[in-house]
């Protein structure tokens, strides 16, 4: 933990500010809570300043607090002595006179609070300060979204198998849920998608009962959470013999994907990454129908920074874990989306999902 406070401490520095504030209301801030000091309970307010470092929590995370937490002061609130009470009557016998909060966390109605009790302090926000902090991984983070990212190939390992023609979306994601938790997720990412057929040209399409047929294609997106993190991935398979037009889809999209995963390294911008799968199906013939960004940083959060996408000028840094996932999307005939995660070094990129392989699967 303490070169992640080290990062804060970066940060109050360049931003000319003396306490970075942290909300987690019900789990709004709960990622940069549990990434800056361990805990995992669902509501607290962290104080990080760059010598002192408090999280002050209720009293049911009392015996939590204090297995989870090592390296912050922690300190209870109750009715007679509210966590408001405590910050307040911390921040106002200091001498802080900037207090930088991140606006995209956490919200005005709960800064407007505090103001009231420290009228001398300014509250300053930063939209995506905290996404920022976290989005270069260190090794610990690495591993953990490796085994998140091993535990997701291996249950799709084990689906394909038993999916067969006839099946529903819904059994197929519930099936493939199952087999997660049996292989060691806690959880899934986000709710699983699980597309066929027509229902493949929405990217973002819910499992139905619309049972999979002969000559369509199936999207499967989902992931795994492990130890606070998360994984992604995306493969499209095929139900017995598609036409001809639907594997030249295919294999664009494949070739625009790979393309990516290749080409992908840090010191390169979103953008750049962005634009090596968009020109290439273009180029294909098949632009029209890429209608999302490229990618998106993943981690504790299924979307988090680094962005992807045609407007991320930052140039990304190594250790910085990213999804590659072009898709093409056709109305009324269908859609075909491949996903991997990367983290990026200097030379390229580690494929933490590739041992699923992107051959089109014939079911």
Known sequence: MLARI???EKVLKAEKADVLLVVNNEGSGQPATSWLSGFTGSSSILLSTKTKR?????GRYISQSKKEVSDFVVLISSRENTTLQIVNRYLAKTSFSEILFDGGVTSYSEIEELQKNIPTALFVSKKNVLQELRAV????????LRKASDIACRSLHALIPRMSQGMTE?????????????????????PTI????????FPHAKPTLKKIANGELVTIDFGVRYKGYVSDMTRTLAVGKISPRLKEIYEAVREAQELGCQKAKAGMTGAEID??????LTKKGLGNYFTHSTGHGIGMEVHELPSISASAQVPLSAGSVITCEPGIYIPNVGGVRIEDALILTQKGSHNLTESVSKDLIHL
């Open 6 to 8: 080290k990062k804060v």
């Open 54 to 58: 408090f999280l002050i929590t209720d």
């Open 137 to 144: 991984k260190d090794t610990d983070e690495q591993d953990t």
């Open 170 to 190: 819904k059994e197929i994601a519930k099936i493939l849920e199952s087999i997660c938790s049996e292989e060691g997720g806690e959880g899934m990412s986000f």
């Open 194 to 201: 699980v597309a066929s057929g027509r229902n493949g040209a």
């Open 275 to 280: 634009a090596v799968c968009r020109d290439y």
